[in-house]
């Protein structure tokens, strides 16, 4: 099974602190995306990030990849308490087929 | 841009009844996928249509769940009969070629 891990499995920080969590998975990828998950509701995309990249931005966050350590880790910088959510690392490979590790829990307290 | 639509958003039933959820996805999305999110964990895959072919489902339990997608569009989950260790979310998802993929709202399903 290709299924990312996720660490740490719960995260609790203050508000304008920086929340850095890690994907690791066992073989080859295509790509690596990160989503978040809110309490009780669907999965928004946050970033993808090809094979071929090692690192990403996109507003507060940044995601880098390192392909042989097989690992990849979001950063969220200057957190707020809208970002209190689960985060999900989803292991690309195949034909659009991903596979989804078992989160991070975030909290954001303000 | 419309997103993903799913219904019916809660359903509760009682073991060993069958229940069908609806997804209809983002127009033009030719990939389609359904999860299951068991509480505290991350979303599994059961199955990923192309167009209205079948690409994966290799972790769909098939003695007792059945997909479609009819003219490559909407999609339908079926479990007959339901168990208990069905309680879970489903979550339906659309990607075109470019490999992001968007989330419908979920339907929660509580056997009991």
């Known amino acids: 099974s290709q299924q990312g891990e996720e660490d740490p499995q719960a995260l609790s920080i203050q508000e304008g602190e920086n929340a850095t969590m890690n994907c690791s998975y066992k073989?080859?990828?295509?790509?690596l995306q990160w989503y978040r998950q809110n309490s009780g509701r669907g999965l928004v995309h946050l970033i993808l990030?090809?094979?071929?990249?090692r690192e990403k931005h996109s507003g507060r966050l940044r995601v880098t990849l390192d392909t042989s350590k097989k690992s990849s880790s979001l950063l969220i910088t200057a957190s707020r308490a809208a970002d209190t959510a689960s985060y999900f690392c989803?292991?690309?490979?195949?034909?659009?087929?991903?596979?989804f590790g078992t989160g991070t829990r975030l909290k954001v307290l303000a | 841009e419309a997103g993903v639509a799913q219904s019916p958003r809660y359903k509760i039933i009682e073991k060993r009844q069958s229940v069908a959820f609806w997804c209809n996805p983002i127009?033009?999305?030719?990939?389609l996928y359904w999860y299951q999110q068991i509480l505290g964990q991350g979303p599994k895959l059961l199955i990923q249509?192309?167009?209205?072919?079948?690409?994966?489902d290799s972790q769909l339990p098939k003695d007792r769940f059945s997909a479609e997608r009819l003219k490559g569009v909407d999609s339908t989950l079926k479990i007959q009969p339901a168990k208990l260790e069905d309680s879970a979310v489903y979550l339906c998802?659309?990607?075109?070629?470019?490999?992001?993929?968007?989330f419908g709202p979920g339907t929660r399903l509580t056997v009991l």
């Open positions: 998802a659309s990607s075109s070629l470019a490999d992001t993929q968007y």
């Open positions: 073989t080859s990828i295509n790509n």
């Open positions: 990030i090809r094979s071929n990249e």
């Open positions: 989803a292991i690309g490979s195949g034909t659009y087929k991903y596979i």
């Open positions: 127009s033009g999305h030719a990939t």
């Open positions: 249509f192309q167009n209205n072919g079948v690409v994966d």
